[in-house]
């Protein structure tokens, strides 16, 4: 295992990494006090705008400042507000993320959308399946903010995910066009290196998922801590990691 002592910050997953089922996982708390504001949190999440998430955390006893916080749906809709100023957009997200494509100046319609954007949308209905359906057969452009299917919930249940929503459109649609902008694409790992201004090879991922946080970090050339079994990487009292035989794994 390589030393963490050249790593001079973190991008940090955030469900299963940090939080589950509504909950801080143990040590998470310790663990951003320790990186001490040397990380960036980028998540997947498609539902909430950072400022509410950190709210959010707040009340779970983890402190982080909103400009430390990346999420995927409020990226892709800064994305296609800045590709396509003004446009109507269908929105399957959450009432926060139709708010906010409503301040960065998009118009949420319901019909003859130019843009379809999918979030994690909670009220997903038959009625938004055939509408979005017809809507992107009729040449709309399709962004989807998470390819996740599930993310980790309590006691090893799963919660269903933008993937999924996806899943089924693609059922009715067939094989569209679709830009996906969560991990493992590179526009949130682009983003949090910005935010933390380290050069790469300063800079670790630490996450729960290899197939997301593991395969982005890969792509994009970072170091890629894999949690498991509940055990953060740690720079304590020289010791390069705090670990357990087959419980982390740290790849370059």
Known sequence: MRSLQ?????????????????????????????????????????????????????????VVAPRRIVLAGTMALD?????????????????????YARERGLEPVTERPDVVFLGRDRHFSYRRLTQTANALRDGAEFVVANPDHVHPGPDGSVVPETGALLAAILACTGPVPHRIVGKPGPVLFEAGL???????????????????????????????FELRGGVYPSWGEG??????????????
């Open 239 to 252: 010791v390069p990691c705090r670990a357990q035989a087959g419980m982390v794994a740290l790849t370059a």
């Open 194 to 224: 910005a935010l933390l201004g380290l050069p790469r090879h300063a800079v670790m991922m630490v996450g729960d998922n290899p197939a997301t946080d593991g395969e982005g970090a890969r792509r994009i050339g970072l170091r890629y």
């Open 6 to 62: 050249d790593i001079r910050g973190c991008l940090v997953d955030l469900d299963g990494t940090l939080v589950r089922g509504g909950h801080a996982l143990p040590g998470a708390a310790a663990f951003l006090d320790e990186l001490d504001c040397r990380y960036v949190i980028v998540s997947n999440n498609a539902e909430h705008t950072p400022l509410e998430l950190s709210r959010g955390l707040r009340r779970m006893g983890l």
């Open 79 to 99: 994305e296609i507000a800045r590709r396509r100023p003004r446009a109507r957009i269908a929105m399957l997200a959450s009432r926060s993320l139709c708010l």
